[in-house]
């Protein structure tokens, strides 16, 4: 059933990739297999010592999607052995992770130790996933009850932060918590996104970052990464909360509406596909950058499949197709060992800096980046169920 896709997709491949080419019938297989087949996302880092990271906890979100519907061991192996490299038999999350550090980063890989807890029984994905949880009870909060981003940053919210710790909050309180009304009531508090626009990076409550803005507090520009992360939190968590978890369905698909038009309508009008600094179009240096775009297709698909989001008139949906026939045709290479590689991921985007436009147009930009190549998966996943 899985590769049977639309005629869309296959009629994309045909155009895009020659016949000849070894390579699975799906982008989403190819995307997955090709990450594998470079050990990327395994918990290990370059120099083979143990990384509790986000990216890799996207991938495994991504992994396990297609783990549900190929039914391919090879997938559920893999994100085990990825754990398995950053959780000590007796539960201990170990490698890079400073609990008292606070980050939110570390935290994305946390869905999956609840996943292999659920799969598997084995107590120690529960003793791992119960020291995020608890890392997030003692998470500074912003008056407000949006978490830090980290200890070091006084009172800043980011968007990026959203997808590592409220994702987690959600699965851990829908995988045992589920009848805590407090807990729902706190699963998302990010207070400050402004939805008359496009969210702005971070915000900073107390208004004293070098970044933030004296009168609201946000951060200069709008990084197209960094809204990505906001848009697949969005949809993700409204898919795990429960009918009740209070106000927190209603906040989110409110939050979501009003977003989703915005990011269709931010679309560079040539291209399809979004500059850098979304705020900045067209300005010397900026460039259309591949993992926001990938994270848009995943989440406004996924809203609009889920029924979040009533795209009546289709443009959602079609501008979303657009934005990946060009990410195919620019941004996917197949490599000669049958493998495909993913380019223009920016390496990074920080408000551990000014945050203004020259920070963002002059990080380094990465060949097979696993922030876009893992949403790249997600979002072939959404293209391939349409
Ligand atoms: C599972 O996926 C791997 C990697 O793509 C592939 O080599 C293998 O043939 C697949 N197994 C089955 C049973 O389809
Ligand atoms: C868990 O196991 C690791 C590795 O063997 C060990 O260093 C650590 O002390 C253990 N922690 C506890 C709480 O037993
Ligand atoms: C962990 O984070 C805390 C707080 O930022 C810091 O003081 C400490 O040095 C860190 N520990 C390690 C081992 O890096
Ligand atoms: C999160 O926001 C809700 C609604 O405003 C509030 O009731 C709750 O106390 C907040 N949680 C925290 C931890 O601040
Ligand atoms: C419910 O969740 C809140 C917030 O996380 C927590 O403080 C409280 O202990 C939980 N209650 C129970 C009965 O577990
Ligand atoms: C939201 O942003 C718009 C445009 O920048 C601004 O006019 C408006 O005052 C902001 N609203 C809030 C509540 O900050």
């Excluded at 996104?193 to 609201?216: C, E, I, K």
């Excluded at 990505?228 to 927190?248: H, I, K």
Aim: glycine share 10%.
């Amino acid at each position: 059933m899985f590769l049977q896709a639309g005629s869309f997709v296959q009629l994309l491949t045909l155009a895009i990739i020659p016949v000849a080419q070894a390579r699975p019938q799906s982008y989403a297989i190819w995307a997955a297999d090709s990450a594998i087949a470079r050990g990327q996302g395994n918990g290990l880092g370059s120099t083979g010592a143990p990384v509790v990271s986000y990216e890799h906890g996207e991938f495994q979100w991504g992994l396990r999607l297609l783990y549900e519907l190929t039914g391919n061991q090879t997938y559920f192996n893999y994100i085990q052995a990825g754990v398995d490299n950053i959780v000590f038999p007796n539960g201990t999350v170990h490698g890079d992770y400073n609990f008292t550090a606070f980050s939110q980063d570390p935290i994305r890989t946390g869905p999956t130790f609840i996943y292999l807890f659920q799969k598997t029984g084995q107590a120690k994905y529960k003793t791992a996933a119960n020291t995020f949880r608890s890392q997030l009870d003692g998470q500074p909060r912003t008056a407000q009850g949006q978490f830090w981003h980290k200890l070091i940053y006084f009172n800043q919210g980011w968007l990026d932060g959203i997808y590592m710790g409220e994702v987690f909050y959600t699965a851990y309180t829908n995988a045992f918590d589920a009848n805590n009304a407090t807990a729902w009531g706190c699963a998302f508090n990010s207070t400050a996104p402004n939805n008359t626009g496009l969210m702005y990076h971070g915000y900073d409550f107390s208004h004293t970052a070098v970044w933030a803005s004296p009168d609201r507090g946000h951060s200069p520009e709008v990084w197209d990464r960094a809204l990505g992360w906001y848009a697949m939190a969005l949809v993700d968590v409204l898919e795990m909360a429960p009918p009740n978890s209070g106000a927190l369905k209603p906040t989110l698909l409110k939050i979501l509406n009003v977003l989703a038009p915005k990011i269709r309508d931010a679309a560079d009008p040539a291209s399809g596909v979004w500059w850098l600094v979304i705020t900045q179009p067209g300005r010397a240096q900026n460039y259309f950058e591949s993992s926001g775009a990938v994270m848009y297709i995943y989440a406004l698909l996924k809203a609009v499949r889920l029924g979040y989001v009533v795209d009546g008139d289709g443009s959602i949906v079609a501008a979303m197709k657009r934005a990946y026939v060009y990410a195919v045709a620019n941004w996917v290479v197949p490599n000669s060992d049958g493998t495909m590689g993913w380019k223009n991921t920016v390496s990074v985007g920080s408000l551990s800096t000014t945050g203004d436009y020259n920070y963002y147009v002059s990080q380094t930009v990465d060949l097979n980046d696993l922030k876009g190549l893992a949403a790249f998966l997600l979002a072939s996943l959404e293209i391939e169920k349409l």
